[in-house]
Each structure stands twice: as structure tokens, then as C-alpha cells.
């Protein structure tokens, strides 16, 4: 028997979606009539614009003023650039399409825009440039005012928006299930890698773009590619269920690797492990790991350490999709449900842990070593950021 009380999003702020900047300095939380840029090491709020509308996706410009908005919620503020004309700071733009805004906060106007004919689904960007991802196309450009096209793939139904921006290279999904693309931004070359026998669920760059994780739909494996050979470095196992990856990050130097899942897990890899052979005692399972003949669920590498995370209470008609074949929900939003557990490094030895929806979390963990020499993983603090 179902015995959570139901939340009433009326009742207060509702987080449509939620996002971290480059450096995981700041997150950006998406609402109902706008959007609040958050301190991560303090979970303290920095700003807060109403633009009166939803915007379903806020995404930050590293930490310049500049933030790209998609319309999204009940009532949203964009695809059909509905704009107030009492408002002035708003820029008018004579066309019906689905938008995204370049959003100046210094000078609270819109620098430019982009239009496209379906609905967008994530948005990606940096000082240098933009990755609007559309259910089966994304588009890469050159920013500029206005944006510069380099390049248009057309790709598998991809509802979440997975696509990662590098400095040097953009990871998404290819034309097959579980295949990723690699766009590089110099060449403007083209690397394919066969992930995965089903849909992508979540993928992720380390900071050096020459590795890239990826985690499908059914969600028991993660695994490590390199680039540019595009060959497997190495995978791990999150589980033997099923589950729905929500978030995949790796540290600041690489040799950790962060995943949490609909499991309210935070499993912590260590990437420098696989490069050598792991010390059964270390294993999960022993010298079991060792016997030759049985399921390779016991020879396969686990997390070196794990923690609960909050997912929050949310009412019972806001689930959190597992399939990338799903396409409903809130427009605008990725996923078209409040994303939980996304995963964020500020140093090599704290991440936090965030999500949006009616019960909108903040949590911060820290990774370190206990005495036997084990790497362990611990929460510090946490808070309901939007009350």
C-alpha cells in the first residue's frame, strides 16, 4: 500500500529540470514562471529571474552572464516565443517555431535566438559552442551572434537529450541503438563507437575529451571508451538488476568515476583500478572473482564505494522513465520528467548530487579513505534548495 502523502507542486516552487555549469560551480534550476542559479558548494541561491512562463531547460555559459533557455511546463514561455509586449527587455521575434534564447542576465535581454520546427529537447553550451539536441537531429554551432552551423546529424529517438560538449569533441547518439557519435570541433571528423546492444541511457566526456562512459537502458553495465581509437577501455558493473542511470561524471582528474540511478545510489568507480589487476581482496566478491566457469557477475568489476541519495517524494503520476524510447511528459523538459541524481565534481574528493521536481534536493558527499585503505563515500549535508 502506497502510503506517501501526495504533493501538491502548487504549493510552492516546481524544478522542471536542473543543470550544472562547466566547472560545476553553479547549477541552474528551470521553473514554472522562470529560472535560479544556485551556488553548488553551498546549495545557496544566487539569482532569480521570472520571466513570466516555464522554461524547461537552463543551461549557463561556464560562469559568464549568458544562460540558453527552451520554453517548457504548463505554460511556457517559449517554443512560440510568447513574449509580453508591456515587457521591454524581451526582444521580438516575428516567427512561429520552437525557440531557443540566448539570455543576457547583465543586460536582461535576449542576444539571439534559434529556431527550429519540433520540439527541443536539450540544450549544450559553451563560450565557444552550442548543441541544440532535437529528438532525432542535432545540430552543432559555432557561437557567434547569431549562432554559425557547422554540422546536422540526424539520430535515434533521443527524449533525455544525451549529448555531451567537450572542449574538443561532442558525444551523442548515433543512427542505431546504443551507438554514440563523436563530432570533433577542429576537424569537423566523425568517430562512431558500438556502445551498446540497447538505447542509451546516459553518457558523459572526462575533461580531457579522451574518454568517454556510456551506460544503455537496461542499465547493469557502464563502460569506458577511448578516444580518438574508439576502442573499449574497460566496464563496469553497477548491478545485476535493472536500472535507470541518471547521471554519469567523471572527477577532475579522471581516475574516478561518479553514476547514480533510479536505485537512489551514488556508485563510485575507480577508473586507475582497471589498469592493473585488481587485488581479489578488493573485489566484491573475493577470490570468488577468481574461480574460473562461474557468471561473469563475479569476475566483473563493481564500485569501490556507494551511498545513498535522496530522490525526493514526488505524487504518483510523476514517474521517472526508465526507456529511451518514452517520448511525453512536461514539454520542454528533458526526459519530460524533473531529472533526479545528477551528478556534479567540484574537486577530486567532493560531488554533489542534485535534482529538481516538488521535493528538489541538494546533497553533497565526500570521498575518501577509511583506514583499511578502502575508498568510501559519505554525505556531509543536504538541503531542500527551493523552499
Not at 11 to 28: E, H, I, R, W, Y
Not at 95 to 108: E, F, L, M, P
Not at 160 to 181: D, E, H, Y
Not at 237 to 262: C, K, N, Q, Y
Request: proline content about 6%; hydrophobic content about 35%.
Amino acid at each position: 500500500m502506497n502510503t506517501r502523502p501526495v504533493l501538491d507542486s502548487s504549493s510552492g516552487p516546481f524544478g522542471l529540470s536542473v543543470s550544472f555549469n562547466a566547472d560545476n560551480s553553479c547549477f541552474s534550476v528551470a521553473l514554472e514562471n522562470g529560472f535560479r542559479i544556485y551556488m553548488t558548494k553551498s546549495g545557496d541561491m544566487n539569482s532569480v529571474r521570472e520571466v513570466g512562463g516555464g522554461i524547461g531547460c537552463a543551461e549557463m555559459v561556464g560562469r559568464t552572464n549568458y544562460i540558453a533557455l527552451v520554453g517548457g511546463g504548463k505554460q511556457p514561455k517559449f517554443p512560440q516565443n510568447k513574449v509580453c509586449p508591456q515587457r521591454s527587455e524581451w526582444i521580438w521575434v516575428d516567427a512561429d517555431g520552437y525557440k531557443v534564447q540566448i539570455w543576457n542576465d547583465s543586460k536582461q535581454i535576449v542576444s539571439t535566438s534559434l529556431e527550429f520546427k519540433t520540439p527541443i529537447q536539450r540544450v549544450r553550451i559553451s563560450t565557444s559552442h552550442l548543441v541544440v539536441v532535437l529528438l532525432n537531429k542535432v545540430g552543432i554551432y559555432k557561437m557567434k551572434v547569431p549562432p554559425d552551423k557547422l554540422a546536422e546529424y540526424e539520430t535515434v529517438n533521443n527524449p533525455f537529450g544525451l549529448c555531451s560538449l567537450g572542449k574538443k569533441i561532442v558525444a551523442f547518439p548515433g543512427m542505431n541503438a546504443g551507438q554514440v557519435r563523436l563530432f570533433d570541433l577542429t576537424s569537423g571528423n566523425i568517430s562512431i563507437i558500438n556502445a551498446h546492444n540497447s538505447p542509451l541511457r546516459a553518457l558523459a566526456l572526462n575533461r580531457d575529451d579522451d574518454m568517454v562512459a556510456t551506460a544503455s537502458e537496461q542499465g547493469t553495465l557502464v563502460r569506458l571508451w577511448s578516444f580518438p581509437s574508439c576502442t573499449k577501455f574497460t566496464e563496469y558493473r553497477r548491478g545485476v538488476d535493472p536500472a535507470a542511470i541518471f547521471s554519469i561524471a567523471f572527477s577532475p582528474s579522471g581516475l574516478m568515476l561518479a553514476v547514480t540511478s533510479d536505485k537512489s545510489t551514488l556508485h563510485i568507480f575507480n577508473v586507475e583500478d582497471r589498469m592493473s589487476d585488481t587485488d581479489p581482496k578488493q573485489h566484491k566478491w573475493g577470490i570468488l572473482s577468481k574461480v574460473p566457469l562461474l557468471p561473469r557477475q563475479f569476475s566483473d568489476h563493481y564500485s569501490n564505494a556507494t551511498a545513498k541519495f535522496e530522490m525526493g517524494e514526488e505524487p504518483d503520476d510523476n514517474p521517472v522513465s526508465r526507456s529511451a524510447t518514452f517520448n511525453a511528459g512536461i514539454p520542454g523538459v528533458p526526459g519530460g520528467k524533473p531529472p533526479k541524481g545528477v551528478v556534479g565534481w567540484t574537486d577530486e574528493n567532493t560531488i554533489f548530487v542534485v535534482g529538481a521536481g516538488s521535493d528538489a534536493r541538494w546533497e553533497k558527499f565526500i570521498v575518501g579513505v577509511n583506514s583499511d585503505g578502502r575508498r568510501i563515500v559519505y554525505r556531509e549535508g543536504w538541503k531542500k534548495y527551493l523552499e
